[in-house]
């Protein structure tokens, strides 16, 4: 009697979870949201080579442009965060060399098939003296930051096919224009800079978040952001550095020389005044703050929004060296509204961008076909209906 009762409770529980299951999925249905709309992008930028008709002249000067709130794509492939990686590895001390004899033949030599990182297995870098740390314990001072490349390469594709949830870029199976970016290439008098597709959730233009893209070549150890030569800003740093006389004795020499340097400051005046009125002096939140750390070739942000239609938001400068060995930055600034899958050029003397927009429809999760009931409960059922 009391198996009976048993099998009756698990029969009756089995029906109330799969009731009760199947209330839910319906109420999450009638409330779900409509599915969100997702584009794929593809962009080709290509710098055109100098005409001699061109007679069209461009202001030398560079206009800055602020990274702001952007999306940045690109630097994730060329510097990952390795911060957690390099901290958790213990430093290098001076006793390995003396541990290594102990080691099988094969490892000792481990430069010979290790690859050229393989450094990285222990930190080497020099820790600070004790009187000079900040806090009681060891500090790791590890500069986790990789160099970027003298240049990038013109194809920038994914390395996943899984879909995510904030945009990325596309894997190489989603590229539909690599026949004409390499007609581009082949030109004499073109050279192709970028030719890459991501993914995003167009939003209204209130709320996008223009992308940051650069490629080509990286002129940062040539002249800093604003074109100047960093050759000669150094050698005019070392120009205006003050003429100190030094005496025989070291310890007189550091004070005459602390005090002629006082003396120079003091006859010089404050800096506000040595500023005319015609010239006042920069300001430093106007001039550095958000501005890339790396002089690239091309460098800018792509804004996508959509406003019943998709609008295309771009600005570029572009980095051009001159014959008598300067470096010109090109502002290209351009805006339109687009068609899904049209193609759309963007036309400019010095820089052209091919721009195709594709709906993309993210795949959807497997539902689930069978309610998620307890074993036992399922087992007792069973029983219980084989028992009738």
């Known amino acids: 009697m009391k198996v009976s009762v048993v099998k009756t409770i698990a029969v009756a529980a089995t029906a109330l979870i799969s009731g009760a299951l199947l209330l839910v999925s319906n109420d999450a ?4 949201k409509p599915a969100e709309r997702w584009f794929e992008i593809e962009l080709i930028v290509f710098s055109a080579g100098q005409s001699t ?3 069209e002249q461009f202001d030398r000067e560079v206009k800055p442009i602020r990274l702001g709130n952007s999306v940045d794509l690109v630097s994730a492939r060329y510097q990952p965060e390795i911060r957690s990686l390099l901290l958790a590895l213990s430093h290098c001390d001076a006793n390995a060399d003396a541990r290594r004899r102990f080691l099988p033949a094969p490892l000792r030599n481990w430069q010979q098939w290790q690859p050229p990182y393989a450094a990285l297995f222990c930190i080497s870098e020099t820790e600070p003296a004790a009187w000079q740390r900040a806090t009681l314990f060891p500090e790791k001072l590890v500069n986790t930051e990789l160099p970027m490349p003298d240049s990038l390469p013109a194809v920038m594709a994914g390395d996943s096919e899984q879909h995510q949830s904030i945009p990325y870029i596309a894997p190489k199976s989603a590229f539909e224009l690599t026949e004409l970016a390499n007609k581009i290439n082949r030109q004499s008098n073109q050279s192709l800079l970028l030719h890459t597709v991501w993914r995003q959730a167009p939003v209204t233009e209130k709320l996008a978040v223009p992308s940051r893209w650069f490629a080509g070549k990286n002129y940062s150890a040539q002249v800093d952001y604003w074109g100047q030569s960093r050759q000669q800003s150094v050698t005019e740093e070392q120009d205006a550095l003050p003429d100190i006389p030094f005496n025989s004795e070291p310890q007189d020499d550091l004070f005459n020389a602390i005090d002629t340097l006082l003396s120079q400051l ?18 430093v939140s106007d001039s550095m703050s958000n501005l890339p750390d790396h002089v690239w070739q091309l460098d800018g942000l792509f804004k996508l929004h959509l406003d019943h239609y998709l609008f295309i938001n771009t600005e570029f400068n572009l980095r051009r060296p001159l014959p008598e060995g300067n470096i010109q930055s090109i502002n290209v600034k351009q ?3 687009v068609i899904s899958g049209e193609l759309h050029y963007l036309d400019h003397p010095y820089l052209g961008m091919i721009v195709q927009i594709r709906r993309f429809a993210p795949p959807q999760p497997e539902p689930v076909t069978e309610a998620a009931v307890p074993e036992v409960i399922q087992s007792e059922a069973a029983t219980g209906t084989a028992n009738r």
């Open 266 to 283: 003091q006859a010089a005046g404050k800096l506000e005044d040595m500023a005319s009125p015609d010239q006042p002096l920069p300001k």
């Open 29 to 32: 249905a009638a409330s779900s």
């Open 335 to 337: 805006s339109r509204r």
């Open 53 to 55: 008709d061109l007679k």
